[in-house]
């Protein structure tokens, strides 16, 4: 059993001395070249090295409580040092032993150090007034080592005379002898006389001998809390001796070493003795049986020296060629989370930690499974049994299975009672009735069933060294290069991905994403590790567990830090000792610490929380964060732009230069303008010029040029727009700066023939502007010039002739000047927006779920199987029929950039208007209802087309205005000012901007009370009135702003109820119009008072339609059919008088079974009737159906407007009614 | 500080109870509270939009210049109404010039009185819809709560809620809990809707129990704010009761429109009221913007083509 692991190493020259600091990772060593070193052991790190002692170094301590080190040498010196950076240096020699000093030490308290020499004395001194206060004789040769008891006044020590002497100092306590300064002297001296040590001796007396031994003693310490003491000598024996008040006797020997024995020491915290010899072993003994438990082999190097951690389960060892820190046990407790409860071992006992309650149980002793000195390795918690599988190193790897118990128990269970083991190496549950143990050496993967018998074995396909839980029936395999991900089912690898070693898996909650842990790097992966990011730490990573919000927080040896899922990471804060993290839950870290206490760090997740939202485009959530946090500095600057983000940064800086540099980088040349100004530098101009002209606005490249007098370039640059008038501006300024080169360059651009010429005789280039003036039929002018030079036509024999010169300025096609190149908007940035408006009000933290809501989803698959079983139960939406889909995505379209910024140069900064509530009530809404609250008509009416497929609106005016005008009221508070318009919301407590709505106006029971309304005019026979009234009720009912599902279906029954009165009603008026108008037409008569009963009317009105069916029917002497309607009645209960005549109907009925009109009515075959030529379309028959209220309608009906609530296209397409609540 | 008849005039001015002032009888000429009660009168009487009595009121050659400072208000509101262009202009004109005169050292008038001018010039470029300029006028940074109340007030009608709320807690710095500073943080609530209107319902419920005023205003205040809250049946118990007290008044019989509408009145009754109230306050805002969606209206919809009705 490999438990000792090695934590640091170093090479260097022997080591003889090693001392721990308490609380930082920092250890001393003493070096055999007379070197001491500082090391930083958990970075790997040289602090320091202190180096004035000449010859071997072999003692060294460090205060317990100050940043003092004391080292003792073979040049007989005592120095005490500084340790601090800053003032590192030795503060003070100790000078009296008379040969090598062989230890040192500071007492707990007092200010002394005790010191052992080859001078057969132990000195105590003291390090304030830096005078030898004790010297210890009695010892007949070298002493080799001398330690204070940690609590009482005895000094233990160890010598080549075979002995351990146990002395008394109570008496320096009491009386310091030093107070006299009698025995002073010695700090300088060389050695007082022998007389001067007797007076020592009053205070200091040897209270026990110690023999036992056959050869020199090397060690002998104290244990820290009982009356023992341990001592190590070159007999190769370890010896434990006790003490009373009165003597010391040996208790046993430990015997193993076969060389010299050079140190032995008592564990700090458990019943062990740790060891190390110049056999090149340490070795570990169990205190109370004496017998050895574990040994730790060193090819070639003795050890010389032990050191013990005060509070850590940490030792050092020095070697011949350096030293180790090692542990002698994992420290990292076996731990699993399942939603909010830690299942974790301490102490080899199974526990469960509730997140939310803090509630800390035991619930299972493993105090059996493995050996006592080992603490489980692993554990894997199974919901759907409650159990878990426990693994350990010792036995060379072992597995136990155990249900943990329901609740606590007064009594623990013991896992050994019901426990199933096996052995292996690594054993996690992969489903609810199956796990998979590794077995390293044969490197089989086994799959047994809970009663512990294998059903599976499987080869893997790498040299696998642990096994981890990869998603359903899958493993994660990982081997010394690469981590595999396996699929047990099919047996084959799904992916390989290369990394170091994976010592931890780690899935996030909804188990879309995997933390691939080693020691030095992390893998992120999704869960088919088809895409995966890397992070590399310097230091050790020790744990890591995923935020909700699927942000890896990982530790390391000192850090907590974070991880995005595409790789960035950043410190969250620095820890002092390692933890292991367990869950994230909001701003607090949950986590074990070394003892395996469960603890919190609540952290500030602000920064990460930022960059995620950065990456999702969380524009609200960064909003947010920059109004409520303070950490936004230069540092997320410089990540905002190196991550392309420069146009976000820039909505954070504020100094001028920063802005410029931001605003040319994203090309906000506005900004860029602005800023340059400010800055009014040659340089910013040139810069803004280049990136003006990259992007095609060259008024601003212009204004630049202008800044700093550019002239030749801003010539050119009205040349290239065709700005004539500008270019002969440009001319009159190069005239006035009496530069030719420029004039001339202007007179060319301009094409001004006359200018160049002059500008050339200007500078006596007579040649050159009589070739100019000659080329351009400047006949006259050219003989001028001739003449100005003096010279005459026959001069110049010699000059060819040359033709005209047709060179002439570009023509100006498109007049450029006054218009820059079309640039796309960059539009209205979210942050421009948000920042203007200054909705501050309710600036409302955005939904991020965190701990809360998504709770532990990480063991979804374990939830999974925890309900298999369970019947999976489609909820079936209700509103299916009618298309509830949620199509608010649509309505983004209508937001744009509503208002164009053409005010704000009017007001003036700081008086911008603000966003108008009612276009965050557009915004917020996807029903028409809020849209014409908000006074949007416009959009409004385009959502009715495509959720009805209304087309006609004139008959929505009065509604659409009267929800408007109540949607908005006024008040003045100001004397003789407008009132404000003051907007009424739907939820008064609401005010965040992002969710304000409008007041529903009216409401499904208002609407429902004038269905009522018409119900009555039906009753009432006032058959016009309750037409227009039904027809008023779906209009309406388009306009009605629905909070549930419950309302959206008796919003529909009561869409369907008013629609099939409004064709009842309407099929009625026309029975009654056909009745007037063509009396003869009976038969029509009859069938539309037929069809009027098949519309789904309430029992009262049904039984009007019935009998007024049953009147005309009887009267056209259509017995047979009257009679049935008659049976239908009396299926409606009604009252007596009625029942009668019924009767009577049906009677005559069977009397006289016939029928004497024929009509089209086949009550036996449903059907549903047209809406507009109120005909009967028998099921199966082609239909189109008015995309509001589904009523029927031939099929050449389609396009046309429905004529029953006058509003719809037939046919047309319709989303329906979004469900926004 | 003021006298304790100065201050409740101040008070019954400022929560809108213009027609107590306006009745009020003037204390003696040479009382130092004359100018001030005298000032307070005329804005009363603007307030109702009856600049004449103002004009009427307020001496024509008085040196002090808040006088003729509301005296050019009472002038410009009476232009407004009229719509005399040149009339407005030249009233505007006044206010600028008198903005300026107080600008400088040798100016008369003691601090109140150029803050006053301030105010009177600032309400009437806001009026005017010279945003900035009233702005400018009464200072962003000023120390006067009654010019504050008004570019808050501006500040809210463009719909800057933040930026009012920052003259608010600037404000809270040096006013000290005043009356008008409540009244200040209850109108931005009324805007913001902060805490489900509560701030402002109780400020304007705590002004309704105070003893020594009586303000129909108020009781319309607190029902636009019961609209707000959504509590149409008790908005229209708050403004019966104001239309009783003051029959006709506009701003109330505006709110009760918008109750109706709500479910206040039935539907029938709800119309009958709004015709009504459009002729008789054809000039109110909210008839205006509804004439205004009512065209808008008509203009959208003519965007879709109507198909012809199916029929057999």
């Known amino acids: 059993m490999s438990v000792m692991l090695t934590k640091f190493e170093s090479k260097s020259n022997r080591v003889k001395g090693l001392a721990f600091h308490p609380t930082q990772p920092l250890l001393a060593a003493a070096l055999h070249n007379g070197s001491v070193q500082l090391w930083n052991y958990r970075m790997g790190v040289l602090v320091d090295r202190f180096e004035e002692h000449e010859g071997p170094v072999r003692g060294v301590a460090i205060h317990p409580s100050r940043a003092l080190l004391v080292t003792g040498g073979d040049d007989y010196k005592i120095k005490v040092w500084d340790i601090r950076p800053q003032n590192r240096r030795c503060l003070f020699t100790l000078h009296g032993h008379l040969d090598y000093v062989r230890t040192v030490q500071f007492h707990h308290e007092m200010p002394w150090i005790i010191s052992c020499s080859d001078d057969q004395t132990i000195r105590i001194w003291n390090s304030t007034s830096r005078n030898c206060i004790a010297v210890l004789t009695g010892h007949s040769h070298y002493v080799m080592s001398a330690q204070f008891h940690p609590k009482e006044d005895l000094v233990v020590s160890a010598s080549m005379d075979q002995t351990v002497r146990v002395w008394d100092i109570s008496g320096l306590r009491k009386g310091s002898p030093n107070a006299g300064g009698g025995p002073g002297g010695h700090a300088g001296g060389g050695g007082g006389g022998s007389g001067a040590f007797e007076t020592f001796d009053s205070f200091s007396t040897v209270k026990y001998v110690l023999e036992g031994h056959d050869r020199g003693v090397n060690y002998a310490m104290f244990h820290p809390t009982l009356p023992l003491i341990i001592s190590a000598a070159d007999d190769r024996v370890i010896k434990i001796w006790r003490m009373s008040e009165t003597k010391a006797w040996e208790v046993d020997s430990c015997r193993g070493h076969f060389n010299n024995v050079s140190s032995a020491l008592f564990h700090p915290k458990h019943e062990l003795i740790v060891s190390c010899g110049e056999d090149k072993t340490v070795r570990v003994w169990d205190l109370a049986k004496r017998t050895a438990i574990q040994t730790f082999r060193r090819e070639h190097d003795r050890f010389w020296i032990l050191a013990a951690h005060p509070n850590l389960n940490l030792f050092a060892a020095g070697h011949d060629s350096g030293l180790i820190v090692f542990k002698l046990e994992r420290e990292r407790p076996a731990f699993s989370v399942h939603q909010d409860t830690l299942y974790y071992v301490r102490d080899k006992y199974v526990r469960s930690y509730d997140f939310n309650t803090g509630a800390d149980i035991g619930l299972l002793s493993v105090r059996k499974f493995g050996s006592p000195y080992v603490p489980p390795r692993t554990l894997s918690f199974n919901p759907a049994e409650r159990a878990v599988i426990l693994t350990i190193s010792s036995d060379n790897g072992l597995y136990e299975l155990t249900n943990l118990p329901q609740q606590a128990q007064g009594d623990v269970k013991d896992s050994s009672v019901d426990g199933k083991k096996g052995s292996g190496q690594s054993a996690i549950f992969v489903a609810r009735n199956r796990f998979a143990v590794l077995n390293k050496a044969t490197q089989l993967i086994e799959v047994r069933d809970l009663s512990n018998s294998v059903v599976k074995t499987i080869k893997p396909p790498v040299q696998t060294n642990e096994i981890f839980y990869g998603g359903t029936a899958c493993l994660i395999l990982s081997s010394t290069t690469s981590v595999v991900l396996y699929d047990i089912q099919q047996q084959k690898t799904i992916a390989e991905i290369n990394s170091p070693p994976v010592k931890y898996v780690i899935w996030s909650g909804d188990g879309a994403l995997v933390a691939l842990m080693s020691k030095h790097t992390i893998t992120i992966a999704n869960k088919t590790f088809s895409t995966h990011s890397l992070i590399h730490e310097t230091i050790r990573i020790k744990s890591g567990a995923w935020d909700d919000a699927g942000v890896f927080i990982y530790s390391t040896l000192n850090h907590v830090k974070y991880c995005l899922s595409q790789g960035d990471h950043g410190v969250i804060c620095t820890l002092d000792n390692p933890v292991y993290l367990t869950r994230v839950k909001g701003k607090t870290v949950h986590c074990l610490d070394r003892s395996a206490r469960p603890r919190t760090i609540t952290f500030d997740p602000t920064e990460y929380r930022f960059k995620l939202a950065l990456l999702r485009n969380n524009y609200e959530e960064m909003l947010y964060i920059i109004r409520t946090s303070t950490l936004l500095g230069q540092s997320i600057i410089a990540y905002l732009q190196q991550k392309g983000f420069p146009e976000i940064a820039l909505h954070f800086v504020q100094d001028t230069n920063t802005r410029f540099e931001l605003a040319i980088e994203c090309g906000n040349l506005e900004v860029a303008m602005e800023t340059a100004k400010a800055i009014d530098r040659a340089e910013c101009w040139d810069r803004l010029a280049q990136q003006a002209l990259k992007q095609g606005n060259h008024k601003i490249v212009e204004k630049a040029y202008q800044q700093t007098k550019n002239f030749d370039k801003l010539s050119f640059l009205y040349l290239a727009t065709g700005s004539t008038d500008k270019l002969s501006k440009m001319q009159k300024i190069a005239d006035a700066r009496g530069d030719p080169m420029s004039r001339f360059h202007n007179a060319l651009y301009a094409g001004d023939v006359q200018g160049r010429i002059s500008v050339l005789r200007d500078v006596g280039l007579h040649p050159l502007a009589y070739l100019t003036a000659k080329t351009n039929g400047l006949d006259e002018l050219a003989e001028e010039i001739l003449e100005a030079a003096g010279l005459t036509e026959a001069d110049i024999d010699d000059v060819p002739t040359f033709p005209a010169s047709s060179l002439k300025p570009p023509p100006i096609v498109t007049s450029t000047t006054t218009m820059n190149w079309p640039a796309i908007s960059a539009g209205e940035n979210f942050f421009d927006r948000a920042l203007a408006e200054g909705n501050l009000e309710g600036g409302v933290e955005p939904a991020y779920v965190n701990g809360d809501a998504a709770v532990g989803a990480a063991h979804s698959a374990l939830d999974a199987w925890a309900k298999d079983e369970e019947i999976h139960v489609e909820v079936d939406p209700e509103e299916g029929g009618w298309e509830l889909d949620a199509d608010g995505g649509d309505f983004e379209v209508n937001e744009g950039p509503a208002e164009e910024a053409v005010e704000e140069e009017e007001l003036g900064a700081g008086a911008t208007p603000g966003i108008r509530e009612t276009e965050l009530w557009v915004r917020n809404s996807p029903l028409a209802a809020d849209h014409v609250a908000a006074g949007s008509f416009e959009t409004a009416m385009q959502l009715l087309s495509r959720q009805f497929g209304v087309v006609n609106f004139a008959l929505l005016k009065p509604t659409f205005v009267s929800i408007y005008r109540s949607s908005h009221t006024y008040l003045t508070p100001v004397a003789s000012l407008p009132p404000l318009q003051l907007h009424i919301r739907r939820n008064p407590a609401e005010s965040a901007p992002s969710r304000v709505l409008p007041v529903a106006a009216r409401s499904l029971q208002s609407v429902r009370s004038e269905l009522a309304e018409g119900y009555r005019f039906v009753s009432g026979n006032k058959l016009a009135e309750a037409q227009a009234t039904f027809r008023s009720v779906l209009a309406a009912l388009l306009l009605i702003v629905l909070t549930s599902d419950d309302e959206a279906k008796l919003w529909r029954e009561t869409v369907t109820a008013a629609r099939e009165y409004l064709l009842g009603v309407s099929i009625e008026l026309e029975r009654r119009r056909v009745a007037e108008a063509e009396p003869d037409n009976v038969r029509r008569n009859l069938e539309l008072a037929a069809y009027f009963t098949q519309c789904e009317l309430q029992p009262p009105h049904m039984q009007i339609a019935l009998r007024s069916a049953i009147g005309v029917f009887a009267k056209a002497n259509n017995q047979a059919h009257a009679a049935r309607f008659a049976k239908r009645l009396l299926e409606l209960k009604p009252d007596p008088k009625i029942v009668a005549q019924a009767r009577q109907r049906i009677a005559a009925g069977d009397r006289n079974p016939r029928n004497a009109v024929e009509v089209s009515y086949d009550e036996f075959t449903p059907f549903e009737i047209c809406g507009a030529t109120y005909t009967p379309i028998y099921k199966g028959s082609p239909s189109v159906h008015c995309p509001y209220t589904d009523a029927s309608f031939l099929p050449q009906f389609k396009g046309s407007l429905d004529p029953l609530t006058q509003l719809t296209e037939i046919g047309a397409p319709a989303a329906g009614l979004p469900a926004s609540w | ?312």
């Not at chain 2, 400022?14 to 000032?39: E, F, H, Q, R």
């Not at chain 2, 010019?147 to 710095?173: C, G, T």
């Not at chain 2, 009356?179 to 109108?187: D, G, M, V, Y």
Request: negative net charge.
């Open chain 2, 1 to 312: 500080m003021d006298s304790s008849e100065l201050y409740h005039i101040k008070q019954q001015f400022v929560l809108g109870a213009y027609k107590t002032l306006v009745n009020l009888t003037l204390p003696d000429p040479n009382a130092p509270t004359y100018t001030p009660t005298l000032l307070y009168q005329a804005r009363a009487h603007i307030a109702l939009d009856n600049p004449k009595s103002a004009l009427e009121l307020l001496p024509t050659d008085s040196e002090n210049v808040a006088v003729k400072a509301a005296a050019s208000l009472a002038k410009y509101v009476s232009a407004s109404q009229g719509a005399d262009k040149d009339a407005i202009d030249a009233s505007l004109e006044e206010l600028r010039d008198l903005a300026v005169e107080i600008e400088g050292d040798d100016s008369e008038g003691n601090e109140e009185e150029k803050a006053l001018v301030r105010v009177l010039a600032g309400t009437a470029f806001a009026r005017a819809g010279e945003i900035e300029e009233a702005l400018e006028t009464l200072g962003v940074d000023t120390e006067d709560l009654e010019a504050v109340f008004v570019i808050v007030h501006i500040y809210l009608s463009i719909n800057r809620p933040d930026l009012a709320k920052k003259q608010f807690e600037r404000s809270k710095r040096w006013a000290e809990d005043d009356l008008l500073l409540q009244l200040i943080e209850s109108t931005i609530g009324l805007v913001t809707g902060k805490d489900g209107y509560s701030n402002t319902s109780s400020f304007y419920t705590e002004q309704l129990g105070n003893p020594s005023l009586t303000s129909p205003h108020i009781l319309t205040a607190r029902g636009v704010t019961r609209i707000l809250k959504n509590e149409i049946q008790e908005a229209k118990s708050d403004l019966d009761e104001s239309l009783a007290q003051q029959k006709g008044d506009t701003e109330t019989t505006a709110a009760l429109v918008v109750a109706a509408g709500l479910g206040a009145l039935k539907k029938t009754e709800a119309e009958e009221l709004w015709t009504r109230f459009v002729s008789e306050h054809p000039e109110h805002p909210l008839v205006v913007d509804v004439s205004n969606k009512e065209s808008h209206f008509d203009e959208c919809a003519s965007k879709f083509e109507v198909p012809p009705l199916a029929s057999a």
